[in-house]
């Protein structure tokens, strides 16, 4: 079940509009100037922008794989352990980052997650 970091860089590189930008020892994700995710590739982890309730259902769902990363207004940052979570749910959290950040005009021109095929996961 574990995502291989190429995995997560190939939903990266599916979003539109998204730059990076190195920091140390990660780098973050932005689109059109909102950061919405960061890798860390040490760990194997990935910190997502998520909304509050759904950052803790994530945790209280599965300790193993998510935890709390930080909490800023009504959004919840998650940390994602990369080994415990297969491509299509990590594509769906990405996305939902993302969807999260973006100006209305992107998501309505890119409402579906992206369709990756990966054969992993």
């Known amino acids: 079940m574990a995502v291989d970091s ?10 539109p509009e998204v730059t ?12 059109r100037g909102k950061r919405f995710g960061c890798y860390w590739p040490r ?7 998520q909304l509050l309730h759904e950052q803790k259902a994530l945790v ?7 935890e709390v990363q930080f909490t800023s207004g009504a ?10 979570i297969d491509a299509d749910e990590l594509t769906e ?7 999260l950040s973006a100006p209305e005009d992107l998501i309505d ?3 579906e997650p992206p369709t990756l095929a990966t054969g992993d996961g």
Do not use: C, M, N
């Not at 990076?20 to 932005?30: F, K, L, N, P, W």
């Open 6 to 15: 190429t995995v997560f860089l190939r939903i990266i590189d599916a979003l």
């Open 20 to 31: 990076q930008t190195q920091g140390g020892d990660y780098t973050s994700y932005r689109v």
């Open 43 to 49: 760990t194997r982890t990935v910190g997502l922008k």
């Open 60 to 66: 209280a769902e599965r300790p193993d794989v998510f």
């Open 75 to 84: 959004f919840g940052w998650v940390v994602v352990y990369l080994a415990g």
């Open 93 to 99: 959290l990405v996305y939902e980052a993302w969807r």
């Open 109 to 111: 021109a890119h409402p």
